[in-house]
């Protein structure tokens, strides 16, 4: 495991000055809404600050500068697997479906970089704040993400049902949900481009608003226009459909009449399995990434896989099965469910008596992969208590790529890299999670 050099800023911040700067910080997200919002109590809205650190990350520049080039061909390689029905179908064949997917928290990385940038230019940090403010890279993901959510309304063009001339993005999103300070934004950028946009909670609600006509152009009643006004939705926006706790019956037709419609779908149901454990393990066998990248993209993708295996019945699962069970090859791996994004790991030692506890009929439903080492460095953080000490991070890349299949193939309208996420955690946490208050929002320098 690499140390990187404690920053100095830390090694000679006074407590008084720490107060300073968490007070100054403090009111700076209650002001740009870097806020978590919470279901009321007693009539009272309860809202609270994300976690956020109190100074910049550091992070490898090269890494850092790897990881953005290689998206592009990230975005190519989930929209050919995709469109290749045979080759996931096979991938999924042994799986039991239970998928989650992390919210991204595109505005909130945002927010941490000016509230950074703001605390080096007025002179917060101390007598090295201008350096700072030189050497945190540039982010625009929200504005990426809404330009992108509008380039797929452009694309599908106007009305086509004949019951309404209006055309609107549609947010599929979460009942009582704390992240909308990350999702209204989107919705203001794409106001002020005069992209029309509703929300609607998933579930019973869009069931309940939403129409398929026979062409299955998908019609949205929204709750604040008369009963005769609709709008065709354009592109689906799917915050909400990642937790298997969603999909009741409710929740199954729901998906289903929106994967059914004409809408373009952020992602498709294809696009989102495509995206789970179990998928990636595939992906990371000799001579699957061939079949969807060049030559030179499958080399650069296949440096980024950390070393994942099947608990399968087949002789690359039976060796995942010995290392997961032996207590000293265990301690350097995690045991993920085939779920997308974070969270539901089993890590380290913890990993021999968990599988004991499950039937072995369902350990195929997991994947073993060997611990990334990141490296260390120091930092302050401020959830629900302050942590000061050593820290590690992840980086994400966001990427915008929208495809059209048919029986031509695969044609790619739009592929780019657009803005990142970053979060970091105390050193010794497994697990990461900005609403449970596990990790934090912070930047890279």
């Not at 039937?359 to 959830?383: D, G, T």
């Amino acid at each position: 495991m690499s140390t990187l050099e404690p920053s100095s800023r830390l090694q000679v911040i006074s407590e008084e000055h720490l107060d300073y700067l968490i007070d100054i910080i403090r009111d700076w997200q209650f002001e740009h809404g870097s806020l978590l919002k919470f279901p009321p109590d007693s009539g009272k809205i309860i809202a609270r600050p994300i976690g956020v650190s109190v100074f910049p990350s550091d992070y490898p520049k090269k890494c850092f500068e790897e990881a953005r080039n290689l998206q592009i061909a990230f975005n190519l390689l989930y929209a050919a697997v995709a469109c290749d029905g045979p080759w996931l179908h096979e991938a999924l064949r042994k799986l039991i479906d239970s998928n989650s997917m992390a919210n991204i928290y595109g505005r909130f990385i945002v927010l941490s970089w000016r509230k950074d940038t703001y605390l080096a230019e007025t002179g917060a940090y101390g007598a090295d704040g201008s350096d700072i403010v030189f050497r945190l890279p540039p982010n625009n993901t929200i504005q990426s993400i809404a330009e992108g959510l509008a380039e797929a309304h452009a694309v599908y063009g106007a009305a086509k049902s004949g019951q309404t001339s209006a055309t609107a993005i549609l947010f599929v999103v979460q009942p009582n949900n704390v992240n909308v300070c990350d999702e209204r934004p989107i919705e203001y950028i794409l106001r002020r481009m005069g992209v029309p946009s509703y929300r609607v909670e998933f579930r019973q609600h869009t069931l309940a608003s939403t129409w398929l006509t026979s062409s299955r152009e998908l019609l949205f009643y929204p709750i604040s226009s008369a009963s005769s006004a609709s709008a065709e939705i354009s592109v689906v926006y799917h915050r909400a459909g990642y937790d298997l706790e969603e999909y009741n019956e409710a929740g199954c037709e729901a998906r289903y009449q929106l994967e059914m419609s004409r809408a373009i779908k952020c992602p498709s149901i294809l696009c989102h399995l495509a995206t789970l454990k179990i998928v990636q393990q595939k992906l990371a066998m000799p001579g699957s990434l061939e079949r969807f990248l060049s030559t030179e993209d499958t080399a650069r993708v296949a440096r980024t896989f950390a070393p994942m295996y099947p608990l399968d019945d087949s002789e690359l699962g039976r060796k995942a099965r010995a290392l997961a069970m032996d207590v000293e090859s265990a301690t350097k791996h995690v045991l993920k469910p085939s779920l997308e994004g974070g969270g539901h790991n089993i890590y380290r030692d913890a990993i021999p008596a968990f599988l004991k506890s499950q039937s072995e009929s369902s350990w195929h439903e997991y994947v073993l992969v060997e611990m990334i080492e990141p490296p260390i460095v120091q930092n302050i953080l401020l959830s629900r208590g302050i942590y000061s000490g050593p820290v590690i991070s992840e980086l994400g890349i966001f990427g915008i790529c929208l495809w059209r299949h048919s029986s031509a193939g695969l044609e790619v309208i739009q592929n780019r890299q657009t803005g990142f996420s970053f979060k970091t955690k105390a050193r010794d946490s497994d697990e990461m999670s900005v609403v449970k208050a596990l990790d934090v929002s912070t930047v890279p320098i």
